[in-house]
Structure formats: structure tokens, C-alpha cells
DNA sequence: TCTGGGGTCCTAGGACCC
DNA sequence: TCTGGGGTCCTAGGACCC
């Protein structure tokens, strides 16, 4: 019989930032988003402190942390991201039916008894937090979606793990129906105006109400919740479909100048992404927008054109980038953040050729782009940068007052031992 | 009075996830 | 003073083609 474990470290990032930190076990931490924005995770005792992700600004509740002493870090994804590895390398060991699914959790699909269930995620759970030092907990049960719900319960538990039998109503009942996975807000106020309010109603739901109601994503919901399998399992990650780059400026902008150097920036962020995952780009997406919630004229626009060739040549980022930026910028507004984003993305070896133009592979620039990186991860990021981008200044500056060292990923930053 | 049908591609917007 | 960032999927509507 095939069961599905889903795994989710525990507040990861918290938990990172604990590893390195053991004088803070006990004591309420929290992670802020890029820019001290949000709070993006709090560990069981900030949560029990009334903490939430994502709720209010961080300067909203500055001085209430404070006050409660609640231990604060600015995000540091590289060291997330390092600890993120070595818990997928591990689990991988378990079994090769893996699919990763966030930077901190992983769905596997294992074949073993039932009885046998537990004890297996004991021993992973066990294994994971003597060896890499994070806390996770397990749901397992038929389908994806009934696996989630397994977590939900997990979460709660002091063991960290529950495995969720088909037709266990009970659970399901105590489960509110917006805790469901790919139940958002605003399915979840239709549901509860409809009267279903928790995951035992969803799964009694008529599938032609989901599904006219909440697209074929409701429909599958409802079919999972039943067990019935019907979002596939990806083992093999898929290879991504856009890359992204944007920030909020820490003051507002008024001129195209101080855009281009932003956007340039992004760009050369952007291009890093591309050649570190071996991809090439056909095409890029520039916006940029006001700040929607200041009460003054507002503006939002993005443009977006195909390159001539398939492409990872930062440079050429720049250029069509700065050509866009050009087309959707007016003056007279204040700026509040831009951004890029790379779409239909292919393979670096599944570049179609082209009678006219020299492709990007084997190209001077892509020998200039492999120095380029080579010297940004060897050294600092942003050691050799574009002029475009602006000499000794960043307008995309973040503020990250409170971000802990990059223990795994910097050899300048690793902690020192002492002896006593 | 009555104004094809079917297919594809593109875009914008909405909803969700972490 | 300060309100995140990076993704995916789905749908509807318009343009266009034969």
C-alpha cells in the first residue's frame, strides 16, 4: 500500500536561526521578512506571545517585541537555504519518491505496512533533529491534500506526528475548513457563507458546487479529501517556469534614472538565477508601481517583450529591460517598487538553433557571464557589478538590521569555538 | 427576423501556496 | 520613516485563423 508522509520543519526559519543560538532555547524568536517588513516566522513561544506571520508591519509591533523580549532576525534565506539542503539529502535517503515541495517541507511516497507507519516517522523525526538539529513533524495519509490535514493535526501534538486513516470523520470535523490546503480566503468565505465550515463538510460538498465555484482546484480538494488521488506526485522537480526579482525601495522614487539602476540590479540578480539552474530566457516582464497605501495618485504598469535569442547574457537583461522600463515609466508619480521577471524559460541544451544570430552557448558572453559568477559566489555578491547599476549605492537597499551570520555559506562568517 | 463553428494563442486577473 | 517576495495554476475574453 502506497501512503504519502508529508514532512514540515517547525517554524523552519526560527529553527535555523536556533541552531546556532542555543542560548535562545525557550525564548520566543522571530524572523522578519526582506526589508524588516513582516513577521514570517515565530516559534511556539513567540506564537503563544499572539505572534502571527504575516499580519502586521513590523513597525507596528517594534515595540511590543521589545517588550516582551522576544528575540528578532532579519531573514538570511542563505542560511535557510543551506539548512534546507542537508534536510532534503536526508530525506532523500529514506526514499528516492521524494518531491520537495518548499524550502521546508517534502512530500515522500513510501510503500510499507501500516502498522509499520509511525514508527517510521518517529525515526526520521528523530534522525533529522540530532543530525541537523531542526524539529519537524509528519502527516501521512493517502492523498496529498489528507496529508496536509494529518500536519494540521501533528502540528498540534507534543509527539509532532499523526497519521490521518481514510474515514476518520471525527478528525476531519475538527478541522476548520479554511486550515484545508487550497482553501484561501476568499474560498473560505464563500464555504462558510455556504455553511461548510469544516474539512468533514468540504469532503461532503457536491463536486459540481466545487467545481463551479472553485474551478477544478476545488474540485480536486474535494475528491482528496476523500482520498482519492489527484494531484500528482512530482519526484522529479520540474524545471521552473519564471524567475522573479523585485523589491520596495526604502524611500520612494521619483526618476527614471533611479528605476533603471533598480531594474538593473534585478536584472543582474535575475541573470545569476538563470545560469545557476542552467536555464535560458525568451523573454522578460518589466513593472513597476506606486505605494498603494499612501492616499496620493496611483499608478501600476508592466510591459513585457521576447528576446532574439534564447538567452542567460546579463547585459542583454539590461538592455531590453531599461528599453521597457522606458515605455511604462511616467513622471510626476512616486514610485514604490519594480521589478523583472524572466518567462518561458528552456533548458540551456534544448536551445533551438538559429541560421542568423550566435547563440548564447559558447558565446564571449557567456564565458564573460561564468567569470562574472565565479567571482560573485567565490567572493561577495555584488563584488563585480554593472555601471548601470550604480557605483557604491543600491537603491534597492534592504534594511536588514538584525540578520545573524551566514554560519554555512561564508567562510568569514562561520562560528568560532573556544575552549575554555 | 435571421449574421458559422472550431481551434489556438495571448493577456490580464484571480486564487492559491510557502 | 517603516506595509514581503517568489512561485503555480486556472479562467475568461479578445484576436486571429481557416
Redesign the pocket.
Known sequence: MNYIFLV?CNS?YASCEMIFRPDLAGKPVVVL???D??I?AANSQAKSLGYK??E?????L?QQLIKDKVEIFS?NFELYGAISKRVMRLLSELSNRIEV?????AFLEVSFNENQLLDIAFYLRKRILDEIGVPVSVGISMTKTLA?AAMEIAKKRREGVFYLKPDQHDVLSSIPVND???????????LIKKGVKTALDLSRLQELWA?EH????GL?CVKELNGVPCIKFDSVP???????????????VFTLSDLKKAISI?CE??GE?LREDKLLSLGI?VHIHT?P??EEPQYGR???TNFAIPTADTPTLIKYAHKLLEEVYLPGYRY??T?V???DLIEEDMAPGNLFRQPYIDSKEQKLMNSLDAVNTGLEQGTLAFASSGIGENP?K??QSKRSPRYLTRWSEIPEVKAK
Open positions: 514540515d523552519f521578512s526582506n526589508n517588513g513582516f514570517i506571520t504575516i502586521k508591519p513590523f513597525f507596528m517594534e531573514a515541495y518548499s524550502i521546508d517541507e496536509k484545508v490546503w487550497g482553501v484561501g480566503q476568499k474560498y473560505g468565505e464563500k467545481r472553485m474551478t477544478v482546484v480536486r520540474q524545471t521552473r517556469k519564471t524567475i522573479q526579482r523585485s523589491a520596495s525601495f526604502g524611500h520612494l534585478h540578480r535575475a538565477k516582464l505605494n497605501h499612501l508592466s510591459a513585457a514604490l517598487k521589478g521577471l524572466l518567462f534597492n534592504m534594511r
